[in-house]
């Protein structure tokens, strides 16, 4: 510690907060701290928490101290996954995911894109690549 020093780089009597951001990331940008891991400013982008804190959070939530605990889930929540069959128009290939998280995380998009994309009744391929159809089991 002894080895930090602390300057004064600017007195500013009023910032609104999307300004004070502005300031922040110029002087990471022109000093590039080194004990500053964050780069962005108003970001937490980049940031990993120690094994040591994430099993104090873990902890913190175990048991009668999470914000669930005691509560019912919601109707319709654990419902099964649901399959769908995605054809890709490029290489005329089509594949069956078991979920919707599962044919997101293989074609490197959100989940709920294709959420959106049955919400919407959408019939034009997603991306103008992607056709994405539900399979209904009884």
Do not use: W
Not at 39 to 65: C, R
Not at 109 to 136: C, E
């Amino acid at each position: 510690m002894e080895n930090l020093m602390l300057e004064v780089l600017e007195i500013i009597e009023y910032c609104a907060s999307e300004n004070c951001i502005e300031r922040e990331q110029h002087y990471l940008d022109v000093l590039k701290p080194e004990y500053n891991t964050l780069k962005i400013a108003g970001s937490s982008l980049g940031f990993k928490h120690s094994e040591e804190t994430i099993t104090i959070l873990s902890a913190i939530k175990k048991g009668d101290k999470n914000p669930m605990f005691g509560k019912k889930k919601p109707e319709g929540a654990g419902k099964p996954k649901q399959k769908i069959v995605v054809f890709d128009k490029d290489n005329n290939q089509t594949t069956i995911y078991d979920s919707i998280s599962a044919a997101a995380k293989a074609l490197e998009i959100r989940q709920t894109a294709i959420s959106n994309y049955f919400q919407q009744n959408r019939t034009t391929p997603f991306k103008g690549k992607y056709i994405f159809q539900r399979i209904i089991e009884d």
